[in-house]
């Protein structure tokens, strides 16, 4: 891997780093959402939710659609996302941690 390759890997990683982001990714990855539903999932301030998806989709992470005057936001890579996070929920689980 190149030297760019791991700048980005490590860009995607620091991403995901942040609790916020990480929460928004896995509610994500049970289906689409739009900014309202993501805000009630994820008990934050639609400021601050439209800020954090403003970053995972600068990371590539999420894109959206426009539906009337909301926007909708789903996984770009949906399989692999969801694949990093079974890696995480396994470690949570064998730690014990919730």
């Not at 994500?28 to 970053?55: R, W, Y």
């Not at 990093?84 to 396994?90: A, S």
Request: aromatic share 6%; glycine share 8%; hydrophobic share 35%.
């Amino acid at each position: 891997m190149s030297d760019v390759g791991y700048e980005e890997m490590s860009g995607f990683f620091k991403t995901l780093g942040n609790a916020t982001r990480l929460k928004i990714v896995r509610e994500l990855a049970k289906s689409e959402k739009c900014v309202g539903a993501v805000k009630d999932c994820v008990h934050a301030s639609q400021a601050n939710i439209s800020q954090h998806l403003t970053i995972l989709k600068e990371q590539g992470i999420v894109d959206c659609r426009k539906e009337k005057n909301m926007r909708c936001y789903y996984l770009k890579r949906p399989e692999f996302i969801k694949g990093i996070l079974g890696l995480i929920e396994d470690e949570e689980h064998e730690r014990g941690i919730k």
